[in-house]
């Protein structure tokens, strides 16, 4: 059965930093893209970053670049989230996810920004 | 970046009826859809992927086509447990893009 489990979530100050982990289990971790994905309160879902099997490329959504850093631990089946200089907009839940196209989900963490 | 426009952005129907939910990219994106359920606080669950590729383990009244541009999320008999928000993602070319979802509601 395809797990993903995460941690790492919190409150955090405007400017702060904080780093979201995904422990998988179930699968062949080091054979599939990884993909985390987000949702302010009340709002949709929001793709912020994808990497491929090898950790060697990776994608982001502008609105992250140079602040947030994909990467994952293939020896340990993990993925992680580094989310520095922090704003108040990136207040939401988030979500670990397989593949680029999302086919199995963590159960979500709360990452909140404020003062 | 490639746009999607999910409509409608809600939906009022009753247990039974077929209820269809569409997606419109701004620019082609051949196959590389998916549709995702969520209900309330849980996470999101893929219905569709590759535009009308069955998830395993979800039920045949969920079915998906399309191709290009234009793409939907068909539910032949509307069940209480389908009473949730729906949302597209494309992830034919980074950034990946979700539509702006559909809750659909008791009538």
């Known amino acids: 059965e395809v797990q993903l489990v995460q941690s790492g979530g919190g409150l955090v100050q405007p400017g702060g930093s904080l780093r979201l982990s995904c422990a998988a289990s179930?699968?062949?971790?080091?054979?599939?893209?990884m993909t985390w994905v987000r949702q302010a309160p009340g709002k949709g879902l929001e793709w912020v970053a994808s990497?491929?099997?090898?950790?060697?490329?990776?994608y982001y959504v502008d609105s992250v670049k140079g602040r947030f850093t994909i990467s994952r631990d293939n020896a340990d089946n993990s993925l992680y989230l580094q989310m520095n200089s922090l704003r108040a907009e990136d207040t939401a839940v988030y979500y670990c996810?397989?593949?680029?196209?999302?086919?199995?989900w963590g159960q979500g963490t709360l990452v909140t920004v404020s003062s | 970046d490639i746009q999607m426009t999910q409509s409608p952005s809600s939906l009022s129907a009753s247990v039974g009826d077929r209820v269809t939910i569409t997606c419109r990219a701004s620019?082609?994106?051949?196959?590389?859809l998916g549709w995702y359920q969520q209900k309330p606080g849980k996470a999101p669950k893929r219905l569709i992927y590759?535009?009308?590729s069955l998830q395993s383990g979800v039920p045949s009244r969920f079915s998906g086509s399309g191709s290009g541009t234009e793409f939907t999320l068909t539910i032949s008999s509307l069940q209480p447990e389908d009473f949730a928000t729906y949302y597209c993602?494309?992830?034919?070319?980074?950034?990946?893009?979700f539509g702006q979802g559909t809750k659909l509601e008791i009538k």
């Open positions: 620019q082609g994106i051949r196959n590389d």
């Open positions: 990497v491929n099997p090898g950790g060697s490329e990776k």
């Open positions: 993602l494309q992830y034919n070319s980074d950034p990946y893009t």
């Open positions: 590759a535009a009308s």
């Open positions: 996810a397989r593949g680029i196209s999302a086919s199995h």
């Open positions: 179930g699968f062949t971790f080091n054979t599939y893209w």
